[in-house]
């Protein structure tokens, strides 16, 4: 089970940390993503971090202003958003799937419930 926290409404530049929490799967073999949802729009790629940390990737929209940062200790992964803009308005979703990095949400396996998050001008 994924649970994610930490959304809210915040004005354009500012800062939001989003957490993801799991439970009942064996955390440390699964890679986690973050990917969100806009209405109308598909879901989409925002950032993954693997196995241990070591390997993050981001989409190309968020490099440099997203942050992704996993502790293994506490099963969480958090991402830290910030220089928010009205673009990354959206639900944000956590994902797992095991060993591999993906960035596709079709590959991953287990989703949280969502979060909003929403940025005003």
């Known amino acids: 089970q994924l649970v994610e926290s930490g959304g809210g409404r915040v004005q354009t530049g500012g800062s939001l940390r989003l957490f993801c929490s799991a439970s009942g799967l064996p955390f440390k073999l699964h890679v986690i993503g973050w990917f969100r949802q806009a209405p109308g729009k598909e879901r989409e790629f925002v950032s993954v971090?693997?196995?241990?940390?070591?390997?993050?990737y981001y989409a190309d929209s968020v490099r440099g202003r997203f942050t992704i940062t996993r502790n293994n200790a506490l099963n969480t992964v958090y991402i830290q958003m910030t220089d928010l803009k009205p673009e990354d308005t959206a639900v944000y979703y956590c994902g797992a799937r095991p060993y591999e990095v993906r960035t596709t949400p079709n590959e991953f396996h287990y989703w949280g419930q969502g979060t909003q998050v929403t940025v005003s001008s």
């Open positions: 971090v693997n196995w241990d940390g070591s390997g993050k």
